[in-house]
């Protein structure tokens, strides 16, 4: 059965203190990887998609790199305004369907 | 550009009673997809429709359903309602279904609390 783990479910973390959230996953052929950042009550906002093994993306304060069995969202020298909760998704070979299965998601929050 | 939008923002139901949630996606796109968001807990899908045509039905059950217009904006329907359906009601638009054409934008959601 498909299955996205993330880890750990919280994160505290000092402003300027970098660190690492895991998105571990079983599927059947990944067709892709995606990373979200969502505040509290608000929808999910897009951050990276990742396609193949060893392919790394970066923006601003966040690297994103993929293995054939996880991805890691690095946080260097994160800032308060990075606190909220960091989702992963993945798209799996299937017929016709751009379906996304969700980890439970990272909430992160830096203290000043 | 305008992103994906959503009506209403908060809706109050009460048991047994039927909602109808809307999305307009991001202008240009061709797919939307629907999931939903229980506290706590990831963005479960529920459809996704493209160019009108169903493409994919998560494990809700036939309460649920939803349809896609000629201008690609979408309808989720919920009937019968349950307090379990409480929850974040998120609408996503794309491209497409493959590679980058499935990376998908979220709009602000719909908090559907059933009272």
């Known amino acids: 059965e498909d299955q996205v783990t993330q880890s750990p479910e919280a994160l505290r973390l000092q402003e300027g203190e970098s660190s690492s959230l895991n998105c571990s996953y079983t599927v059947s052929g990944l067709r892709g990887l995606f990373w979200y950042r969502q505040d509290p009550g608000k929808g999910p906002e897009f951050l990276f998609t990742?396609?193949?093994a060893g392919e790394e993306k970066e923006k601003e304060r966040l690297k994103a790199t993929l293995t054939k069995k996880e991805s890691f969202l690095h946080i260097t020298a994160p800032k308060p305004e990075d606190s909220a909760t960091y989702l992963c998704a993945v798209h799996r070979y299937s017929s016709n369907t751009g379906k996304l299965i969700f980890g439970q998601g990272t909430t992160l929050q830096v203290k000043p | 550009d305008a992103g994906v939008t959503q009506s209403p923002t908060h809706l109050i139901k009460t048991r047994g009673q039927h909602v109808t949630l809307r999305c307009s996606p991001i202008?240009?796109?061709?797919?939307v997809s629907w999931y939903q968001q229980v506290l706590g807990q990831g963005p479960q899908f529920i459809f996704q429709y493209y160019e009108k045509e169903e493409r994919g039905r998560g494990n809700f059950p036939d309460r649920f359903s939803a349809r896609q217009f000629p201008n690609y904006s979408s309808e989720l329907n919920v009937n019968a309602l349950l307090l379990g359906d409480s929850a974040l009601y998120l609408c996503?638009?794309?491209?497409?279904?493959?590679?980058?054409?499935?990376?998908?934008?979220f709009g602000p959601g719909t908090r559907l609390t059933v009272l």
């Open positions: 990742l396609y193949s």
């Open positions: 996503a638009s794309s491209l497409g279904l493959t590679g980058s054409y499935n990376e998908q934008f």
């Open positions: 202008s240009g796109h061709k797919s």
